[in-house]
């Protein structure tokens, strides 16, 4: 069987669950080459041609896309499909006719970026078909953002699946690369053998599909930010730290790793280095321990928090977990202070997927460290997804 379809059924189950319980009549789908994210979400593929998924509480759902691209939802159960093969806004316009919509929910949000797909371009079908002023026109129209952030959240088993894989292939890179690196190398360089391991295994590090995108191997000689790799050589007592992520079939990875170069004569990183890997490896301890259904993604974000001005480190504000999924930040539910808002007082869910990353830097001293994993939400707390660094991962001294 297609195995698009039996993720896209899977997802419209989920879908079609939360819509008995809108207010709204119908959600509305409208894309074309990949600008509405929430169409990949449910279909698994994406369209050239404009197409339109309706999805109504009682007359039924529909897909309407061109005669040329029918081929690709073979397999899909939920729906009607419909096919139109010159100008699509007639075809909409009969599609919305039959049913009747008189409440419609849409793909845009202020606060959620993963939630406002709908390009304007694509609003103009809605505004044709109803033929109201825009004063009007507001009377019938909501955003869908909370309802498709709950189909977008939880995770079905094909998702779950998929994710498991992603992060895999991510710590089997990660495990080809250890004993490749060398004192000397540039992040570049280091950089380059990730894309080379990825390249291996289908693997890309970029949101648009990308085989040459480097990961994110960062000195912090160079600082610590969202930042490509530059021409830092590698020097006896810096300190690395990998931000690596990768998509497998649709689905992101995303695993940090933290690095110690040794000095002459070190066998292990001295007292101080290793002071902020053990904080920061006790912050995971007491997040992953906290991490339940029911709790605010502001009260786990409270945790790091604590800790980090116990240390004697001011907290940088950076968000101490963030949902996994299509995307590497996947919009939802984010674990940070309630001064980022909305986002920051969602409830965390069961079969959510999270990265976790409690990190703690001081860049006026290049010290730090940054540990990242993959966690399920489980019934009563959480699963890893990924292994924990528990050690230090060390770079042997080298002459020269």
């Known amino acids: 069987m297609n195995p698009h379809m039996i993720l896209a059924n899977e997802k419209i189950a989920q879908l079609e669950e939360q819509l008995a319980d809108q207010a709204f009549d119908a959600y509305l789908i409208l894309s074309r080459q990949g600008s509405d994210g929430y169409f990949s979400l449910l279909f698994d593929v994406d369209t050239r041609y404009p197409c339109a998924a309706l999805f109504t509480r009682e007359q039924g759902s529909t897909l309407l896309v061109h005669t040329s691209e029918t081929e690709l939802f073979n397999g899909l159960n939920q729906l ?50 109803f033929g109201l002023p825009m004063e009007e026109l507001e009377e019938h129209l909501c955003s869908a953002a909370d309802m498709m952030d709950t189909v977008r959240a939880i995770k079905t088993p ?38 080379r391991e990825m390249k291996k295994r289908d693997l890309v590090s970029s949101e648009d599909g990308n085989p040459d995108t480097p990961p994110m191997l960062l000195n912090l000689r160079g600082g610590m930010s969202h930042r ?14 990998l931000d690596f992520f990768c998509y497998y079939q649709g689905f ?4 940090s790793r933290t690095f110690y170069a040794l000095r002459k004569g070190e066998i292990h990183a001295p007292a101080e280095v290793q002071r902020y890997f053990d904080f920061v490896n006790g912050n995971i301890d007491l997040v992953l321990n906290a991490l ?14 604590d800790r980090l001005i116990g240390f004697g480190e001011a907290d ?33 869910r069961e079969n959510e997927v999270y990265a976790i990353e409690p990190s703690c830097i001081n860049g006026e001293k290049c010290l730090g460290a940054h540990i990242e994993d993959d966690v399920v939400i489980t019934k009563d707390g959480c699963e890893l997804l990924s292994g924990r660094q528990k050690a230090l991962y060390l770079i042997p001294y080298e002459e020269g």
């Open 80 to 129: 009607h499909i419909v096919s139109y093969t010159e100008e699509f806004y007639p075809a909409f316009k009969q599609v919305m006719d039959e049913a009747k919509v008189r409440k419609l929910a849409l793909n845009y949000s202020e606060e959620d970026s993963s939630a406002d797909g709908l390009t304007l371009g694509a609003f103009t079908y809605v505004y044709r078909w």
């Open 158 to 195: 094909t998702e779950l699946a998929r994710l498991r894989k992603s992060i895999a292939l991510a710590e089997d890179c990660i495990d080809a690369c250890m004993g490749q690196i060398r004192q000397g190398m540039t992040e570049l360089e280091i950089s380059a053998l990730f894309v």
């Open 252 to 255: 992101s990875s995303d695993v």
């Open 292 to 305: 339940r259904p029911g709790v605010k993604g502001y009260e786990i974000n409270q945790i790091n928090h």
């Open 316 to 348: 940088p504000g950076i968000a101490t977990g963030h949902q996994l999924g299509r995307e590497c930040h996947d919009g939802g539910t984010i674990l940070a202070n309630r001064q980022r808002g909305k986002l920051s007082e969602g409830t965390v």
């Open 228 to 241: 490509g790799p530059m021409a830092i050589p590698t020097l006896p007592g810096d300190i690395l730290i």
